[in-house]
């Protein structure tokens, strides 16, 4: 599961640009999750701002 912490996110498109599912989008100045998220974490690793935090709960 992928949670996003809007307060932190800068919006800077990184995260999009990284997920290989393409489940990540950047719609006007929001970030949202709108596909399928496989939990692998590469979002949260490149995230600059430490915005993403992947866990394996449902």
């Known amino acids: 599961m992928l949670r996003i912490n ?3 996110c800068g919006y800077c498109g990184t995260c999009v640009a ?3 599912e393409d ?3 950047l719609i006007d100045a929001y970030l ?3 596909g399928e ?3 692998c974490g590469i979002c949260a690793r490149v995230c600059p701002l430490g915005a993403l ?3 394996n709960e449902e």
């Open 6 to 8: 809007r307060d932190k």
């Open 18 to 20: 990284v997920c290989p």
């Open 23 to 25: 489940a990540l989008e």
């Open 32 to 34: 949202s999750l709108e």
């Open 37 to 39: 998220c496989i939990a």
């Open 53 to 55: 935090e992947v866990s």
